[in-house]
C-alpha cells in the first residue's frame, strides 16, 4: 500500500488542523492505520492509531481529548482532526499502516510496515 499525507501547514496555537492520508491498493480496509509525529530532532513518536473497522482507537496521552483519528474504507482514507493545537505539536506528521489488523493495536513505530512521506505542522505561539 501507498500512502500520500496532506493538510499540514502553519497555525496559531489553539488552532486546528485536519490531517487525510490518502492510501492506494484495494486492500486498504484490513490495515489498521496510524498516525506519528517527528519533531526536529527527536525521535518519531506515536500519536494515534485506529482498527481496520474502525471500531477502536487509541491515543498518545498528550493529544486525548484534542485529536481524533477517523478513516473512511470506501475513500481509502484516514484522517487526524486535531484542534487546540500547541506549539509542541509542532512535527512532520506520518501515516502509516499495519498489515496485521488482529489483536492489540500497536504504538510503535516497528509495528507498522507502509509509511507515507510526511506532512509538516508548524504551530506558532
Known amino acids: 500500500v501507498q500512502l500520500v499525507e496532506s493538510g499540514g501547514g502553519l497555525v496559531q496555537a489553539g488552532g486546528s488542523l485536519r490531517l487525510a492520508c490518502a492510501a492506494s491498493g484495494r486492500t486498504f480496509s484490513s490495515y489498521n492505520m496510524g498516525w506519528f509525529r517527528q519533531a526536529p530532532g527527536k525521535e518519531r513518536e506515536f500519536v494515534a492509531v485506529?482498527?481496520?473497522?474502525?471500531?477502536?482507537?487509541y491515543y498518545e496521552d498528550s493529544v486525548k481529548g484534542r485529536f481524533t483519528i477517523s478513516r473512511d474504507n470506501a475513500k481509502n482514507a484516514v484522517y487526524l482532526q486535531m484542534n487546540s493545537l500547541k506549539p509542541e505539536d509542532t512535527a512532520v506528521y506520518y501515516c502509516a499502516a499495519r498489515s496485521s489488523p488482529y489483536g492489540e493495536l500497536a504504538t510503535t513505530t516497528t509495528a507498522y510496515g507502509y509509511w507515507g512521506q510526511g506532512t509538516l505542522v508548524t504551530v506558532s505561539s
Open positions: 485506529i482498527r481496520w473497522s474502525g471500531s477502536s482507537t
